[in-house]
């Protein structure tokens, strides 16, 4: 992968992660009242508000789709998260900050390690693809999401949950460089 496409992916990750600290200095951490499904279904509201913005051509709320980019790569952190201390039997709903910060970033870096390893294998087709069909291929592995969610979590012999919620960060990434460029 090349550096360009580091740093792009390095510093649109820089703005996620501002919005998650003040929120979380906001908030707390009261998103981990939340179970995995209701995570993703916030996910799938702000997809479903992308797809319709992009098909309308208008809209009448004031956030933007960029916006709602940032917060699907928010929530899917949150959802690896949840993800991480459920496997620890960690029900706290109060995190601290310095803790939470390490393990978004530890979500983060294997998620672009992912990246790298497919861009690789794909020689960086995301840059000609249109943010349209990127909004609709995270609707499609929230779809996914979902149907392992309703089986419990149980695969035949596909992806995990984990690697979908890293699949749509990734996207959503890809959205918001194109969409700067």
Same mark, same amino acid.
């Given at each position: 992968?090349?550096?360009?496409?580091?740093?792009?992916?390095?510093?649109?990750?820089?703005?996620? !992660?501002?919005?998650?600290?003040?929120?979380?200095?906001?908030?707390?951490?009261?998103?981990?009242?939340?179970?995995?499904?209701?995570?993703?279904?916030?996910?799938?509201? !702000?997809?479903?508000?992308?797809?319709?913005?992009?098909? !309308?051509?208008?809209?009448?709320?004031?956030?933007?789709?960029?916006?709602?980019?940032?917060?699907?790569?928010?929530?899917?952190?949150?959802?690896?998260?949840?993800?991480?201390?459920?496997?620890?039997?960690?029900?706290?709903?109060?995190?601290?900050?310095?803790?939470?910060?390490?393990?978004?970033?530890?979500?983060?870096?294997?998620?672009?390690?992912?990246?790298?390893?497919?861009?690789?294998?794909?020689?960086?087709?995301?840059?000609?693809?249109?943010?349209?069909?990127?909004?609709?291929?995270?609707?499609?592995?929230?779809?996914?999401?979902?149907?392992?969610?309703?089986?419990?979590?149980?695969?035949?012999?596909?992806?995990?949950?984990?690697?979908?919620?890293?699949?749509?960060?990734?996207?959503?990434?890809?959205?918001?460089?194109?969409? !700067?460029?």
């Amino acid at each position: 992968m090349n550096n360009t496409t580091i740093n792009e992916y390095k510093e649109v990750i820089s703005t996620c !992660k501002e919005v998650f600290a003040k929120k979380a200095k906001d908030y707390g951490t009261a998103w981990r009242i939340l179970r995995l499904s209701s995570i993703t279904d916030q996910i799938f509201i !702000k997809a479903k508000r992308i797809r319709s913005i992009q098909e !309308k051509g208008t809209q009448k709320v004031g956030d933007d789709i960029y916006g709602e980019f940032l917060g699907i790569i928010n929530y899917c952190v949150m959802a690896l998260i949840q993800m991480d201390y459920a496997q620890k039997n960690d029900d706290r709903l109060e995190i601290p900050y310095e803790e939470l910060e390490l393990i978004y970033d530890q979500k983060v870096e294997e998620t672009m390690n992912l990246l790298m390893d497919k861009n690789h294998d794909y020689d960086e087709a995301w840059r000609d693809m249109r943010v349209s069909s990127m909004t609709d291929i995270i609707l499609m592995k929230l779809f996914r999401v979902k149907q392992i969610e309703d089986n419990n979590g149980k695969t035949l012999i596909s992806e995990g949950i984990d690697a979908n919620y890293q699949d749509m960060i990734n996207y959503c990434v890809f959205c918001m460089i194109l969409m !700067k460029s």
